[in-house]
């Protein structure tokens, strides 16, 4: 059954009105028809624009077969906060208590995974002694301690099983483990965890890629000064690629105090002013290639005890109205970091039935659509949140802009 919208519609490389033809029952896109509106298609106004289903790579739904964090969330509840938050597909991470590091947890948790709305790409762990998969799948690796035990304690360890992995998928939590022994008994969070520990883990991270020819990539990247490396590495034809957080794109350590310090403690914490405001030029300039929530769920309880990680999969949407509307992110700029990079990077992990796959808006790829409405704000509510956490750091905040709608390999599917 073929079906079709029609409005101004963004792309990675220019923004027009016209309509998007696509099969209901393949859910792919059979034609982009610039400057021509359908008569019977479904119409969105002059105020919303049409880009390539979002994605966000850099979820923790906490589901695995052990079922111990599922009261946090779980695949279904992951799958709708995405929605909720425009997301049409999302990349699950590998810290669970049942770390998914050979074929068969990994094949556990993606029967599990089958419980989303959408389409969950899984990582695979990289821990002390793993091996590489026999299937392809991309990895993570957990440089210094985090939140679960799949981590590595020094760089001699991480070396010696990250040359297992040569020519692979990896991406790193760049954070050194022995900053952060040394650094454990300082007072603040921020402290506990200092820019120097990523910095560090950064060179070490560009090294092994190098080494090793991985296609690397660094997680809610949070220092100016790291980034610079980053970009030299890049130059230099490292093949390295890097995330940042709307967290870390939002606040900055000077806005915590002890009324909403324990609502943001994460790994990596907020860093200061100036780096925020590097980070949001960096995005605007190119050299950061996807915006990724870091979603990672605590109940209400968890966070009073300060356990580290921010719910932010519900806002993922109304983020990228913010950066459009009220920090001049170029519509442009939008897909490649919320759909064509994220759909790049998930592409070959796809079953066949999504074609060419996430992110363009092109015949053969997914019909799936993230529809913002730029001139309807939204006041952000704890009774929008679909999380099971149950809660958010933008609780109260007023976006400048809504979604419209979202539709999941051609059919439009509830965002609210």
Not at 34 to 54: A, H, L, R, T
Not at 257 to 285: G, T
Not at 310 to 323: E, N, V, Y
Not at 346 to 360: A, D, I, M, S
Request: with cysteine; aromatic share 10%; net charge negative.
């Amino acid at each position: 059954m073929t079906s079709s919208i029609s409005g101004k519609i963004a792309t990675h490389e220019k923004t027009f009105y016209g309509s998007i033809v696509f099969d209901q029952n393949s859910g792919l896109i059979q034609e982009i028809l610039p400057d021509k509106i359908i008569e019977n298609s479904k119409k969105f106004s002059d105020s919303c624009v049409i880009f390539p289903g979002f994605g966000d790579i850099h979820v923790h739904a906490r589901e695995d077969a052990s079922g111990k964090h599922t009261y946090k969330e779980d695949y279904l509840s992951c799958g709708n906060a995405a929605i909720n938050g425009g997301v049409v597909q999302i990349c699950d991470m590998p810290n669970n208590p049942i770390p998914p590091i050979d074929d068969s947890s990994y094949n556990q948790k993606k029967i599990l995974s089958q419980k989303s709305p959408i389409h969950v790409t899984l990582y695979a762990g990289v821990g002390p002694d793993t091996q590489p998969l026999s299937q392809n799948v991309p990895y993570k690796a957990f440089m210094g301690p985090s939140i679960g035990e799949l981590y590595f304690k020094n760089n001699e360890d991480l070396e010696k099983t990250i040359s297992r992995y040569t020519g692979q998928n990896v991406s790193f939590h760049c954070e050194d483990p022995i900053i952060l022994e040394k650094s454990k008994s300082e007072r603040l969070h921020e402290d506990r965890r200092p820019r120097e520990a990523e910095l560090l883990a950064t060179d070490f991270a560009l090294y092994l890629i190098e080494k090793y020819n991985l296609r690397g990539k660094l997680c809610h990247y949070s220092t100016g000064d790291g980034l610079k490396k980053i970009i030299q590495a890049k130059e230099k034809g490292i093949r390295v690629t890097c995330e940042v957080t709307p967290t870390h794109l939002f606040f900055d350590r000077s806005m915590l105090n002890e009324e909403n310090y324990k609502w943001f403690q994460m790994n990596p914490p907020l860093r200061n002013a100036e780096d925020k405001e590097i980070l949001l030029q960096a995005l605007k300039d190119g050299h950061i290639d996807y915006l990724a929530t870091d979603h990672a769920p605590h109940t209400r309880e968890e966070k009073e005890n300060h356990i580290s990680g921010i719910s932010q999969l519900d806002t993922f949407g109304l983020f990228a109205t913010h950066l459009i509307l009220e920090k001049n992110v170029s519509l442009q700029k939008i897909v490649e970091v919320c759909s064509k990079n994220p759909g790049s990077f998930v592409q070959e992990y796809l079953p066949t039935h999504f074609g060419k796959g996430f992110g363009v808006l092109e015949p053969g790829y997914s019909a799936s659509f993230t529809i913002l409405n730029l001139q309807k704000p939204t006041v952000f509510s704890k009774e929008k949140i679909k999380s099971k956490s149950g809660w958010s750091p933008f609780e109260g905040h007023t976006f400048p802009g809504s979604i419209e709608s979202v539709f999941y390999h051609g059919k439009e599917i509830n965002h609210t």
